[in-house]
C-alpha cells in the first residue's frame, strides 16, 4: 500500500486569481439583476403584446452580454459584433411578424 500512497500525491492549486473571480460575481450579478426585472415585470404587468416585446428585449440584452463576456467579442471588433447583432435583428423581426401575419389568418377566414 505505501508504493500506492506514494504514487498519488494531492494536487496543488494555483493561487486564485482575485481579478477573475471578482469579474464572474460581477457578470453574475449583472445577469441576476436583468433577471430581477424581468420576474417583477411579469408578475405586475398585464400579459399582453408590451410584456413580450420586454421579455424578448430583455432575453436578447442577456444573449448579447454572455456572449460579449464569455465569448470574448468584446475585446473582438465593433464590425464584427455588429455583423453578429443586426442578423439578430432581422431575425427577431420575422419571427415576431410570421407571428403576427399567422395570428391574422384566422381573423380574415
Do not use: C
Not at 50 to 68: D, E, N, P
Amino acid at each position: 500500500m505505501d508504493s500506492f500512497d506514494n504514487q498519488h500525491k494531492t494536487l496543488e492549486v494555483i493561487p486564485a486569481n482575485k481579478e477573475k473571480i471578482q469579474k464572474i460575481w460581477k457578470i453574475a450579478l449583472i445577469l441576476l439583476v436583468v433577471t430581477l426585472v424581468e420576474f417583477v415585470f411579469a408578475f405586475t404587468m398585464e400579459r399582453g403584446l408590451l410584456l413580450y416585446s420586454i421579455f424578448i428585449g430583455l432575453t436578447l440584452v442577456k444573449a448579447a452580454y454572455i456572449v460579449m463576456e464569455f465569448m470574448h467579442l468584446k475585446e473582438e471588433s465593433k464590425a464584427l459584433f455588429w455583423s453578429i447583432v443586426i442578423p439578430l435583428l432581422f431575425v427577431v423581426w420575422l419571427v415576431i411578424a410570421l407571428l403576427n401575419e399567422g395570428g391574422a389568418i384566422s381573423i380574415y377566414r
